[in-house]
């Protein structure tokens, strides 16, 4: 079965860029959402399709996605970046299974 | 904007059905798809399944044996039954929008609504 890695957990300083993968099999061939949720809140969208960003969310927020690795980049980090991020694909070939993630902890030191 | 709020039972016996209604208001049902997502405690996110605003359904083949997801557009709603539950099916339940064709994604989401499976 398909499956999504991601690092549990990230730390950056204030001020410096945070980087959070998510590996698969070819991930770069799916499209990828990414979700932030902090503690006792929904999640809320930060990039989808890849590298889209919903109104509201700030341009330090990006996306990329190839080969087997989708990276969420969070630049100019932000105490109220700290948060769990998740990512999220939808595999259309098999039983349109949509798939999370494990989450990755942002910790802004 | 678009909102959606959860209501429900906190609380289910084992072997006994949950049920879950998701309301929407701030726009209309019609031409959208809706998902549940589970998340148990301390864990991450597993997807239930969703409906589209016509009825047609895709589950989670993990749970599609004890899932149903129905809709009711005059009341802009959308629900949620589990039957068989036990203590592992214990989790905050989320609805969300799945807003554009072409892949599936979700936003917005409901603030979600704690089920503990407990006799």
């Known amino acids: 079965s398909y499956v999504l890695t991601q690092p549990p957990s990230v730390s950056v300083a204030p001020g410096k860029t945070a980087t959070i993968t998510c590996g698969g099999n070819n991930i770069g061939t799916k499209s990828v959402h990414w979700y932030q949720q902090k503690p006792g809140q929904a999640p809320v969208v930060v990039i989808y399709?890849?590298?889209d960003r919903p109104s509201g969310i700030p341009e330090r927020f990006s996306g990329s996605n190839s080969g087997n690795t989708a990276t969420l980049t969070i630049s100019r980090v932000e105490a109220g970046d700290e948060a769990d991020f998740y990512c999220?694909?939808?595999?259309?070939?098999?039983?349109?299974?949509?798939?999370f993630g494990g989450g990755t902890k942002l910790t802004v030191l | 904007q678009v909102q959606l709020q959860e209501s429900g039972p906190g609380l289910v016996k084992p072997s006994e059905t949950l049920s879950l209604t998701c309301t929407v208001s701030?726009?209309?049902?019609?031409?959208?798809?809706w998902a549940w997502i589970r998340q148990p405690p301390g864990e991450g996110f597993e997807w239930i399944g969703y409906i589209y605003y016509s009825g047609s359904t895709d589950y989670n083949p993990s749970l599609k044996s004890r899932v149903t997801i129905s809709v009711d557009t005059s009341k802009n709603q959308f629900s949620l039954n589990l039957t068989s539950v036990t203590a592992a099916d214990t989790a905050i339940y989320y609805c969300?929008?799945?807003?554009?064709?072409?892949?599936?994604?979700?936003?917005?989401w409901g603030q979600g609504t704690l089920v503990t499976v407990s006799s």
């Open positions: 999220q694909v939808w595999d259309s070939s098999r039983d349109h299974l949509v798939l």
């Open positions: 701030g726009g209309s049902i019609n031409f959208y798809y």
């Open positions: 399709y890849d590298r």
């Open positions: 969300a929008r799945i807003p554009t064709s072409g892949s599936v994604w979700f936003d917005p």
